[in-house]
């Protein structure tokens, strides 16, 4: 007898009802998978040779596990689950690293490598980013074949990389070398926070990452400041006054070039109109005339670009001595999206810095680390999508133009030219890659149902062509 949609999203509840994914999840927090330190390197190829491999196989799919083409990077799971020529072929995406541990900075009685649930939260590394999301997906795709005995209808391939928090090394290299191997419709992954979290999203790219160092060295060392002070320079001031130079007293950019020429595009306005925004914890906070003037919050983080100072320092903050400083140094990172070329932001800051009396002031390492991706909202894959999950939430899905964080989007439009759609099922909130990282399980759970109803959906013969 042929299942139902309703009965496959009910089974997936289910599943998440009887702990069943919370054990599930336990499991794979429990692997100590950072790609940040080269100690657990094992850890990574335990985490896909092991944790997901067994899995896998259970579910039909063909596992290979490759070596990173970048040398010294984690390696790269695929999986592949055909039913058929000319069913529609989805790739879903995941990462299975994580940022460092930092286990002395978590709060009492809370460990980076243990699930633990507080306060109506799962705690732990990876809970959100991006362990929980990738296992909430393939719960769920679980749940479809359970109820169509053993079938989706559709193709459905795998792509799992560990080096995500190091910039993906590697992956837009072993793409490219295998664009034909992983040839698809459409890109179907979860990664990233939610709008609000109790708000079904969508996002049809990332903004993209540009760094590099600001450096003031003015002397082989430092010099005595009561001798000096008040006669040489300081560094750490001119450094001050060079980034005051590039955004104001309230967050706007100041850089000629570094923001989208012609304002917020129209389609990016009209997607956004009325979208919330909020549910970002108890340590972040959306600063009333902060940012682009004559902007929304949604404009000015999901269609406009943010400067942000990630690091600065000057003499041993740790151990001050009564001395000048020899140098300053700040790590910058501008947040973009498609709407501005990246290339332009090196040599428009050099200008702006010369002609704001900065000559003094070095750029050094500028670079992009994750580029900027979109797929039009408009796209009919997005409608689809969108359908598919007011259908199951009995309210519409919010479609963002592209997330607020960084992630590979670009080496799937470039290389396999499909179009975006990233479904998080995490919030702003989550304290992703900071200590006391979690999961809101009740966002986890409306994630495993809209999952199962849209796996359900794909495999209907309605999608498009």
Not at 171 to 183: G, I, M, P, S, T
Not at 274 to 296: N, Q, R, S, V, Y
Not at 377 to 391: K, M
Request: contains cysteine.
């Amino acid at each position: 007898m042929a299942g139902t949609r309703e009965a496959a999203i009910a089974r997936a509840t289910a599943h998440f009802d009887s702990g069943a994914f919370r054990d599930t999840l336990a499991g794979l927090v429990a692997i100590p998978s950072t790609s940040q330190e080269a100690a657990h390197r094992l850890d990574l190829d335990r985490y896909l040779g092991g944790a997901l491999k067994d899995w896998l196989v259970r579910l039909g799919f063909e596992v290979s596990i490759h070596e990173n083409p970048v040398a010294g990077a984690g390696p790269i799971l695929v999986g592949l689950r055909s039913e058929g020529e000319g069913l529609p072929t989805v790739i879903t995406y995941g990462h299975g690293d994580t940022v460092r541990g930092l286990p002395e900075q978590w709060s009492e009685g809370l460990d980076p490598w243990k699930l633990t649930e507080r306060d109506g939260r799962w705690y732990g590394r990876g809970t959100a980013d991006n362990k929980g999301q990738h296992a909430l997906n393939l719960a769920a795709l679980e749940a479809v074949l359970a109820e169509r005995n053993g079938r989706l209808g559709f193709n459905l391939k795998l792509v799992i990389e560990t080096a995500e928090e190091r910039g993906s090394a590697g992956l837009k290299e072993f793409v490219a070398a295998n664009k034909d191997l992983l040839a698809a419709d459409v890109l179907i992954g979860s990664d990233g926070p939610r709008v609000t979290p109790e708000i079904p999203t969508i996002c049809t790219g990332t903004r993209g990452t540009f760094h590099f160092d600001l450096v003031v060295s003015l002397r082989q060392g430092g010099v005595h400041s009561g001798h000096w002070g008040g006669l040489t320079r300081d560094p750490a001031i001119i450094l001050a006054h060079a980034l005051a130079a590039i955004m104001d007293r309230n967050g706007k950019i100041l850089v000629p070039g570094w923001t989208p020429s012609g304002g917020v595009p129209a389609a990016v306005k009209s997607v956004l109109e009325g979208c919330p925004l909020g549910g970002g914890g108890e340590a972040a906070t959306i600063d009333e005339g902060w940012g682009e003037p004559g902007l929304t919050p949604a404009e000015k983080i999901y269609g406009w670009n943010s400067f942000i100072v990630l690091a600065m320092v000057s003499g041993k903050p740790d151990g001050p001595v009564n001395a000048v400083a020899p140098d300053a140094r700040a790590h910058c990172q501008i947040r973009y999206t498609v709407d501005t070329d990246a290339a332009v932001f090196e040599p428009a800051l050099r200008k702006h810095l010369d002609a704001q009396g900065f000559p003094e002031v070095r750029i050094e390492r500028a670079g992009i680390r994750m580029p900027a991706s979109r797929t039009d909202p408009a796209n009919p894959w997005v409608t689809f999508a969108a359908g598919s999950i007011a259908r199951i939430m009995n309210r519409p899905a919010q479609v963002i133009p592209n997330s607020s964080g960084g992630l590979p989007g670009d080496v799937f439009v470039d290389h396999l030219h499909v179009p975006l759609l990233w479904i998080p099922h995490s919030y702003s909130g989550c304290k992703q890659h900071g200590p006391d990282e979690h999961a809101i399980p009740a966002t986890l759970r409306q994630g495993i149902a809209l999952m199962a109803g849209l796996w359900w959906d794909l495999g209907e013969g309605a999608t498009p062509r």
